[in-house]
């Protein structure tokens, strides 16, 4: 069912792993100066005053920026609150205060500790938690007056509200037959991509060129023309090949700033990120969260009632991520019948580094709380927890926690197919044990265009406004519009991450590019066809209903002799172009009024379903897990390259063993990182790599991407922890109930008395 | 920046003359180049290339000894067959210091004078009685690896004194070692908690026993009553057990964002005994795995 007869491997993967690709810190103009920036003192303070003269007075400093220097503008996708540079106040140990261009890094960075900012220092607010009680100090004093998303119900630190509410939780949980409570607490991790972020400006009159390794141009060239008050079609925006991301360089971020100092020194001018600098750069990090769940189930299962409160930590600005209280509740209940649900979810302001898209926000730590919990529900009625599963899980026509009445969907097939290639049941070591965990995520339908051409050499070309972090466009798209034109996906090259080229396009986020730009290639590729049968139709004097496109031929059908080859078509000098766009598929419609925060996500388009299954390991004395061998089900729809889906799923799966286990931003008191480095925030290595089986389940899904696809890049580490967990669990005789579970965390679990 | 210079010796006296002028020297680089990276600590104004001294990457055999050129690297050291039949403590550490690449790149002489508490190879050598020939302005000299540490990243030498090779006089017969560290990870790891044992059988009793802690204290170092412990009697559980208690309660762990020093005293305790549970082994005879560190857990 795969549309992809053979494997098609990416085209760029053999410049990047011998070290042939160009990424943007490669890239070098004549003449360019070096930028470095000069960052708050104080997690949290009011600025009294800023005196730069003695940074401008360096040799070798050809520009010294302030907020003095730019447009008083405020930014920020879902709620404007942050300025390029600090004003009134520093929010977090990273907000930029000044900005230097010199003839040297070492330069530059000299300046930078010789600007004097002069500080009324307040207390850290760290506690997203607590930050939401009355009477807490805020973040943001002004943030009434801040534009916002409409649908955000926005109060003092809580810059988002959402509740998901069906039927009545109160009186079905006092009806149940057993009652279960969970708490549980996830720390920060990070998206840590291997390439630190990096910047490159220049001028050429009032236009300007930004090269910046960002997941998203068009909102990099947005946020440019935004905040430097300049038109959007004066900036362009190239992306170099992108070094990872994983939504670390979603949303815009510093692209203005190098661009403001490129235009006060005349000069071209680089940013590049150390690896400090990167762990400590907005966005980059995944949210912190507080669960709290309460589940009323009876003895054959069903569950009558779910209670949830969720507490979010965004940090000290919000940027696109304002969704993340109704994604999380929407993860508080996860993919199973409930049939009464109270979930309030809270989104909270902190001194902590603004947090944001980290493949799938919310849902792997959600997921994790929600699928240990599920267990012990299990536990508690005395059943097995994977036929709890069996019997709660969605199917087609049951209705989703807002209402939502599902298509066809294979959440249930991923669970059989997981539990067949674990082995659930089979016999273990004492040290050994099988963890089950499910989740979903939804797909995202936007707009998004691209152009096919064919070149006289009988290739073609795809011109189009994704992006590829990894995440597949250069296999996907050529794939889709060779299986239009009858060519093969080796024939296309792409131009695009050049916001002068393509159309707009969402950006590396989301899970959307195959999902959304796939179709738009196809549109074009269609009307590419359509333009070669009329002119073959007119060379082989044929009916162009009779005609065919095979092995980059048009033919007159079941008549190999009688054709015309595609180079001989477009080696005529007519141009053969096509654009495409396509319809974008919508959620359907939910009546959901009783639900508050509403941003679209109360019902899930096309969602994709996941069954992961952990058979892990305990060192008993020490409390390392190891994780031994895993399986992957999911329902990602009509699967377009396997290869391609394969890898998002060992990648995603490595991603969520270490969000499992190792990977934990430590904080001190203050909200400063203690390990902004990668020999303390501990990634998991090839070494540490399981065996992994991938199984997909083709659920041909109507109201899909292209061909009955959905998105596959975030879910393969939604419920990965939650299976580890489970395993654990089982190991360890509770639940572990912080995250990640690191070695000494199983270990003092294990050595303190449970409730 | 303004000024740095850079290098590279022909010979241990061009190297040491260097030094003396103040340059520090580079062979692997991985601790320099990498500290300097993080921030830790700034490159130096001058530097001295020592990597391409003739002589110095052998690992020879004296007396049934070994004597290691300062510029060995892990990687060398590990498919050594002498290193892993009679040094087999010396193979578990080498095999498991940071990546491939730093095992590549990382020399014995660096790994020694970086004088973590949490190097691998440490404890190891400490245990088998290594000493340090060190070339200075005024000739060479032999000392002890105990008497080469100071503090963590401190030395006894002078700045101006190269290490030049690694001394590891012959085991008695019946002699087993193992290296154990307590790791989060398979590669790019420091040790958490660490422990060495060298342990001599003769007629089913411990004749002689070294055992060393590592990032347990500012240096590391022997623990004479756990090895007290230990020799005497049959490498019993009850004096495995004892000589591991008391090599934790030599201990005088940190709490940092590695582990807390309560975990790190009960992991003390955990990996002395591995430790010498696996020098045992080997002592016997038995072959055990290298790196002794994987095969403590998981697969």
Not at chain 1, 155 to 164: A, E, P, R, Y
Not at chain 1, 237 to 261: M, Q, R, T
Not at chain 1, 600 to 628: C, N, W
Not at chain 1, 635 to 658: E, F, H, K, P, T
Request: proline share 6%.
């Amino acid at each position: 069912m795969t549309i992809a007869e053979k494997p098609f491997i990416r085209p760029d993967g053999k410049e990047k792993v011998t070290g042939v690709g160009r990424y943007t810190a490669d890239m070098n103009l004549t003449g360019q100066l070096y930028a470095k920036f000069r960052y708050s003192d104080h997690p949290h303070a009011r600025i009294v005053r800023i005196d730069t003269s003695r940074a401008k007075a360096v040799p070798g400093v050809l520009a010294v920026l302030t907020h003095e220097d730019v447009p008083d503008v405020l930014y920020g996708g879902m709620v404007q609150d942050r300025r390029l540079f600090a004003k009134e106040k520093v929010r977090w140990e990273g907000d930029v205060i000044a900005g230097i261009a010199a003839r040297t890094a070492a330069i530059a960075e000299e300046a930078a500790a010789l600007i004097e900012v002069e500080y009324e220092v307040l207390d850290p607010l760290p506690d997203f938690a607590a930050n939401m009680d009355a009477g807490a100090s805020l973040v943001h004093e002004d943030w009434e007056t801040y534009g916002a998303d409409d649908s955000l119900d926005r109060s003092g630190n809580t810059l988002g509200h959402s509740s998901i509410v069906k039927g009545d939780a109160d009186s079905a949980m006092a009806g149940a037959d057993v009652v279960v409570k969970s708490r549980f607490v996830a720390d920060a991790s990070q998206g840590a991509p291997i390439e630190p972020r990096a910047i490159l400006a220049q001028w050429h009159g009032d236009r300007v060129t930004v090269w910046s390794s960002t997941q998203v141009p068009f909102a990099a060239r947005s946020g440019v023309a935004h905040t430097l008050d300049m038109p959007e079609s004066h900036v362009r925006v190239v992306v170099p090949l992108l070094g990872g991301g994983f939504g670390s360089k979603c949303d815009f971020h510093f692209e203005a700033h190098v661009a403001a100092l490129a235009k006060a020194a005349k000069r071209p001018v680089k940013l590049v990120f150390s690896r400090h600098e990167e762990f400590v750069a907005p966005d980059h990090r995944r949210e912190g969260m507080v669960i709290e769940l309460e589940t009323g189930a009876n003895r054959d299962g069903t569950l009558v009632s779910r209670r949830g409160t969720l507490r979010l930590d965004k940090g000290a600005y919000c940027g696109e991520g304002g969704f993340f209280a109704q994604m999380a509740a929407m993860h508080a209940c996860g993919p199973y019948k409930i049939q009464n649900i109270s979930v309030d979810s809270y989104l909270n302001y902190s001194t902590n580094q603004p947090s944001s898209s980290i493949r799938a926000p919310t849902a792997p730590q959600t997921c994790w709380a929600v699928e240990q919990h599920m267990d012990q529900v299990a536990e508690a009625i005395g059943m097995d927890p994977a036929e709890l599963r069996r019997r709660t899980l969605i199917a087609e026509g049951d209705e989703g926690p807002a209402g939502q009445i599902f298509d066809p969907i294979g959440i249930k097939e991923t669970l059989e197919a997981a539990l067949d290639m674990i082995g659930y049941g089979k016999e273990l070591p004492d040290d050994e044990a099988i963890g089950v965990a499910c989740g979903w995520w939804p797909s995202f339908g936007v707009p998004s265009g691209a152009y096919v051409k064919l070149n006289g050499d009988g290739t073609g070309t795809i011109i189009t406004g994704a992006m590829e972090s990894g995440t597949g466009a250069v296999m996907g798209l050529p794939l889709l519009a060779a299986e239009v034109l009858g060519m093969s996906p080796e024939d296309f090259s792409i131009t695009y991450q050049d916001t002068d080229a393509g159309p707009w396009d969402m950006g590396s986020s989301g899970s959307q590019t195959t999902f959304n730009n796939g179709r738009a290639v196809i549109e074009a590729a269609k009307e590419v066809r359509e333009k070669l049968l009329d002119m073959a139709a007119d060379e082989l004097e044929a009916h162009r209903d009779d005609l065919e496109l095979v092995g980059g031929a048009v033919q007159v059908k079941g008549s190999p002799g009688t054709s015309v080859t595609i180079a001989d078509l477009a080696g005529s000098g007519e141009p053969i172009l096509g654009k495409g766009s396509g319809d974008v598929p919508e959620a359907p419609e939910v009546e959901a009024s009783a639900c508050v925060g509403r941003l679209g996500m109360e019902s899930f388009l096309a969602p994709q379903l996941i069954t992961h299954a952990a058979r892990v390991k305990l060192d008993r004395s020490t409390g390392v897990v190891r994780v031994l061998e895993f399986a992957a089900a999911h329902d990602s729809g009509v699967i377009i390259n396997r290869i391609g889906a394969d890898g998002q799923v060992y990648g995603g799966v490595m991603m969520g063993i270490g969000q499992a286990l190792s990977e934990m931003t430590m904080f001190d008191q203050d909200g400063r990182q203690r390990n902004p480095g990668l020999l303390d925030y501990k990634l998991q290595t090839v070494s540490d790599a399981p065996k992994i089986d991938i199984r997909w389940i083709e659920v041909d899904t109507p109201n899909a991407g292209p061909k009955g696809s959905k998105g596959v890049g975030e879910p393969p580490s939604v419920p990965t922890s939650g299976a580890i967990g489970n395993a654990i669990a089982k190991l360890v005789g509770r639940h572990v109930d912080r995250l990640p579970m690191t070695p000494e965390r199983v270990w003092e679990t294990m050595h303190t008395e449970g409730e | 920046m303004m000024g740095a210079t850079y290098t590279t010796a022909s010979s241990v006296e061009d190297a040491v003359a260097a030094m003396a002028a103040g340059a520090r020297p580079v062979a692997g680089g991985t601790d320099l180049v990498v500290g300097a990276r993080q921030g830790k600590k700034p490159l130096p104004q001058a530097l001295v290339g020592i990597h391409k001294i003739p002589g110095l990457d052998g690992i020879g055999e004296s007396d049934g000894g070994l004597v290691l050129g300062a510029l060995v690297t892990h990687s060398a050291l590990v498919s050594h067959p002498i290193v892993r039949g009679r040094f087999t403590g010396l193979a578990d550490a080498s095999a498991i210091v940071g990546s491939h690449a730093t095992r590549a790149n990382g020399t014995i002489g660096g790994n020694l004078m970086n004088a973590s508490p949490a190097m691998d190879t440490g404890a190891p050598l400490l245990c088998m009685g290594a000493t340090v020939e060190l070339a200075g302005p005024g000739g060479r000299r032999t000392i002890g690896l105990d008497e080469l540490w100071a503090g963590p990243g401190q030395l006894s030498a002078s700045a101006d004194e190269l290490l030049v090779s690694v001394n590891i006089p012959a085991p008695s017969p019946g002699t087993g070692s193992a290296y154990v560290r307590l790791q989060y990870r398979r590669q790019m790891e420091i040790a958490v908690v660490g422990a060495a044992a060298v342990v001599t059988l003769g007629g089913g009793a411990v004749m002689d026993a070294r055992i060393a802690i590592t990032a347990l204290a500012p240096t590391i170092h022997r623990v004479p009553d756990a090895e007290a412990a230990l020799v005497g009697g049959p490498p019993d559980e009850a004096r495995v057990d004892a000589a591991a208690a008391a090599a934790a309660a030599a201990a005088r762990p940190i709490g940092d964002v590695r582990a807390s020093v309560e975990y790190r005293r009960a992991m003390a305790v955990v990996m002395a005994r591995r430790a010498i549970m696996t020098a045992v082994a080997r002592a016997s005879g038995q072959d055990m795995a290298i790196p002794a560190s994987d095969s403590t857990y998981g697969s």
